[in-house]
T-cell receptor, first 112, second 119 residues
Framework: EDQVTQSPEALRLQEGESSSLNCSYT??????LFWYRQDPGKGPEFLFT???AGEEKEKERLKATLTKKESFLHITAPKPEDSATYLC?????????????FGRGTSLIVHP | DTEVTQTPKHLVMGMTNKKSLKCEQH?????MYWYKQKAKKPPELMFV???????INESVPSRFSPECPNSSLLNLHLHALQPEDSALYLC??????????????????FGEGSWLTVV
């Protein structure tokens, strides 16, 4: 059974204090690992897709990396507006379609 | 444009009411999804439509009835709901690739959600 575990569950940072979020996974045949950002009361916003070990993607202060067992979301010099829940998902095949399995998320709060 | 539009944004309904949630996308995606999300939990898959046909129903109670009138629209009809059904309902869409020969999956794009409160 595919599993996704995110850590830590919650993270508090000071503005400018860089850190990393972890997503470890077990899946039979990775078809993609996805990172989303979710603000309270809103739908998840797509950030990155990673398909193979060694791949990296960047967007502003965020950088996602992928190994065969885990992915990291690095946040460099975060700002208060980066506060959100970050969801990781791996894609599995179900009923002929590709369906993501989500982790429980990491709630990030960045203090000014 | 990666926009999935959901209406209404907020809905309050009684347990004997009948209401519908609506979703629309114009990205040419042929897979559409309904998810349910409770506070501090990840999205939970309810239904998947592929080429306007229901392909996955995750054992959802019959008081939730999905409908896909065409490739751009997805509805969720609600009837005789319970207070525990109160949640954020998310619609999503993606390109559709099927078959074991495909090496990569497809990014799923979510709407802003419809907040449902059952009283």
């Amino acid at each position: 059974e595919d599993q996704v575990t995110q850590s830590p569950e919650a993270l508090r940072l000071q503005e400018g204090e860089s850190s990393s979020l972890n997503c470890s996974y077990t899946v039979s045949g990775l078809r993609g690992l996805f990172w989303y950002r979710q603000d309270p009361g809103k739908g998840p916003e797509f950030l990155f897709t990673l398909y193979s070990a060694g791949e990296e993607k960047e967007k502003e202060r965020l950088k996602a990396t992928l190994t065969k067992k885990e992915s990291f979301l690095h946040i460099t010099a975060p700002k208060p507006e980066d506060s959100a829940t970050y969801l990781c998902a791996v894609q599995a095949v179900m009923g002929g379609s590709y369906i993501p399995t989500f982790g429980r998320g990491t709630s990030l709060i960045v203090h000014p | 444009d990666t926009e999935v539009t959901q209406t209404p944004k907020h809905l309050v309904m009684g347990m004997t009411n009948k209401k519908s949630l609506k979703c629309e996308q114009h990205m040419g995606h042929r897979a559409m999804y309904w998810y349910k999300q409770k506070a501090k939990k990840p999205p939970e898959l309810m239904f998947v439509y592929s080429y306007e046909k229901l392909s996955i129903n995750e054992s959802v109670p019959s008081r939730f009835s999905p409908e896909c009138p065409n490739s751009s629209l997805l509805n969720l009809h609600l009837h005789a709901l319970q207070p525990e059904d109160s949640a954020l309902y998310l619609c999503a869409s993606s390109q559709l690739r099927r078959g074991s020969g495909e090496k990569t999956g497809n990014t799923i794009y979510f709407g802003e959600g419809s907040w449902l409160t059952v009283v």
